[in-house]
């Protein structure tokens, strides 16, 4: 028997369904367009994959590093950028690969910063989102799963760095620690 870590919000089986759903809709909508799907790490890693996979169309894969200052689990709004785009996407239509969108700080952040490298198009896709906690409107034009005020990781996800690899989303139980 498999040890179950958390208390399991999102199944493998549901990820599979709904990523499976989220690539059909978007090699629907990119057809004959000139994608670039840019995963924001570390969080996305997984849900890249998996999506990119789903994908039935020719796309570029790029990636960029960002931090959010502070290892609490509360975003300070003030994002990072580790490491950059490695190809120019001047005139592509880019789409933003997000593990989750909880104050919108981020993707703020994200859609300003991209704009000005002049894609053709920039929109975004998150595998959660958490509606109550935003503190900003940001466009999500892309979502997997809206999910309730709770910390949650697995499917590349963190908690102080750890627990990105559990196969599916948990909640955490922070006893001390507040969200
Ligand atoms: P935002 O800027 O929208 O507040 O949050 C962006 C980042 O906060 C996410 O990319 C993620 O790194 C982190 N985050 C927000 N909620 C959670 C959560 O429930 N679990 C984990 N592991 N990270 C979260
Ligand atoms: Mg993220
Ligand atoms: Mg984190």
Known sequence: ??????????????????????????SADYAGKDLVLVGVLKGA???YADLARAIRIPIHIDFIVVSSYGAKTKTSGKVKLVTDLTESIKGKDVLLVEDI???????QYLLKT?????????KVCTLLSKPDRRQVTVQVDYEGFKIPNHYVVGYGLDYQQ???????LAVLDLADEET
């Open 45 to 47: 890693y997984a849900f």
């Open 114 to 122: 991209f704009a000005k490298k002049k894609p053709r198009s920039l």
């Open 1 to 26: 028997m498999e040890r179950v870590f958390g208390r399991p919000l999102v199944t493998q089986e549901q990820m599979r369904t709904r990523i499976r759903e989220l690539g059909k809709q978007i």
């Open 162 to 168: 750890q627990y990105r690899n559990l196969p599916y």
């Open 101 to 107: 969108v909880d104050s919108g700080l981020t993707v």
